[in-house]
Each structure stands twice: as C-alpha cells, then as structure tokens.
C-alpha cells in the first residue's frame, strides 16, 4: 500500500473517491463542518505526523471553497505533515491573473500567497486559464493538462471530415495543439467590431459540410460557447461537438446549450461536479491522471512525460 495520505475538501469530494480508488487507498478520514456562524471546522482524524499529505480541493465559488482549502493546509501544517501539496482541479480566479483595468486588484496572485503562507509546499492544478500563474508561486507547482483524457474519447469517435475550432484568439495554441493529436485542421471563430461598433462573430477557415470540434478550457455562462456554435452551423458546419476542461456552467448555462439547437454534445472532465445531468453533456475523469501525478510525486519522480502536449 502507498505510504500517502490524500484527503479532500467538500468541493472535491466526489473527485476525491475516485482518485483514492484509482490509488487503490481510501481518503484519509477529515472532519469538516460549519459552526452556526458559518465558520468552517476542520480536524484530521488519522495521525499524520510525518506524512506525505495531498490535498483535493477545487476553489471555485464560493469563496469558502478557497478558505477550506487553506484551512486544511493550516491544520496539517500543525499537525506535522511532512510535506504538503495542494491538489486543485479547477484554480478558482485564475481569469484575474493581470491588471486589465485601473485599481483593480491581481486576485490570482493574492490566492497564490494565501496558499503559500497557510502551509502548502506544493501546488498541482489542471489547465490554469493563464499558464503565467505558475509564476506567481515560490513553491513548486506542477501544471497538468486535461488534454490526453479529453483526446483518448475524442479518438473513439468518428473524425472524418472534421475540423477543430478555437472560439476566440487566445485559445488558438490550445485548438491548434488538438488538431495536430486529431490530424485535423484548424479553424476560429473570433469577435470583430464593425463601423457602428456592434460586436459581430467571423469564422477564419473552411467549415462548410464539416463537423467541428470546439476546445475552449472553461463554459462558464456559456454564451460565447452557444454564439461560437450557432455561427458556425450559419457558416454551413454539420455536427458541433464542444470540448472543455472546467464545466463552470453558471445559472442557465446548461439549458442555454440545450435549448440551443446547435450543440450535439459538450464533452466535460470532472474537476468541477456537474450540477445536474444532462443528454447534451458527457463527463470524462481526470483521477487516473490526478492518480498518477501524485504517485510520481511522492516517489519524486518526474511527471512531465505523462502531460506533454504542444501549447
């Protein structure tokens, strides 16, 4: 048996079992609860003097995601862990990563000091939004990539006469590295402004007759998604199948891509739970990879031959 412990925070449970079972382990037993103020408790039932600790726990909304996590890095720090690493599927404001506006603040850089000064001794996440927040740590931070469990369903489908789209520019790198695994071609969709300043959609590439694929790394309202479809089944598209990593899905977004008439299917992972099921959504897991990263980890070997892809 692997001489580890791997806990989870409330927002990863679900997570957290499976990547145990992977393991061939159980989650070691955590008390978490909230006093009637709200305040969050928390007590690690196992003695884990000297361990090697991870910690599963996505910081999406709300913020008591994030203050749980810290506090479970707080609470093994005292209870003399020797190392701990913080395992976050979804890193919650990562899409405030830079100043874009005046006095605003660089949240992402703020999470990664609280994380830091509660204890962790080194972070894991999956498909930061800004690949520069690795930088914003003075710890280790092993940045894994979702692609290869993505990819592997992806290629039990049928891809013939199929292309790849990126829905905006800043995902380019991440759609062109798709279609390069898919030996596919590559097409985007982009926003441009007209004379009178409406923001209209444009396709760059050939789409007429083809099924596409449509890689982004977060849905969250699922609007640009939906615009990104319906333009380019306007553009003559066949099937639409989306692709992304975070299923944030806020409010009505999951009955946005339903109602929508356009999408067939949006090919989700499980760093986040899916708020209800849905025919038009379709989870893959992320725990054999979460798994073997934190084997490699624990033995210090190295990981980066298990996530190579081209961004």
Known sequence: MLDLKVVSGRASSFLGEKVAGKLGIKLSPVSI????????????????????????????????????????????????????????????YARQDRKDQPRVSITAKLVANLITRAGADRVMSIDLHSAQIQGYFDIPFDHLYASPVILKRFLEIDLSNTSVCSPDVGGVKTARSYAKKLNTELVLAHKIRTDNKIEIMKVIGDVEGKNIIIVDDIVDTAS?????AKTLKEAGANRIIGACVHPVLSGNAIEKIENSGVVDKLIVTDTLPLK??????????????????????????????????TR
């Open 33 to 92: 609860k909230n006093f009637s103020d709200g305040e969050i408790w928390v007590k690690y039932e196992d003695n884990i003097r000297g361990e090697d600790v991870f910690i599963i726990q996505a910081t999406n909304a709300p913020a008591e995601n994030l203050l749980e996590l810290l506090i479970l890095i707080d609470a093994a720090k005292r209870a003399s862990a020797r190392r701990i690493t913080a395992v976050i599927p979804y890193f919650g």
């Open 224 to 228: 640009s998604f939906v615009e990104c």
């Open 276 to 309: 209800r099921e849905s025919n038009v959504l379709e989870e893959v897991t992320i725990s054999e990879l979460l798994a073997e990263a934190i084997v490699r980890t624990h033995n210090n070997s190295s990981i980066s031959c298990l996530f190579e892809i």
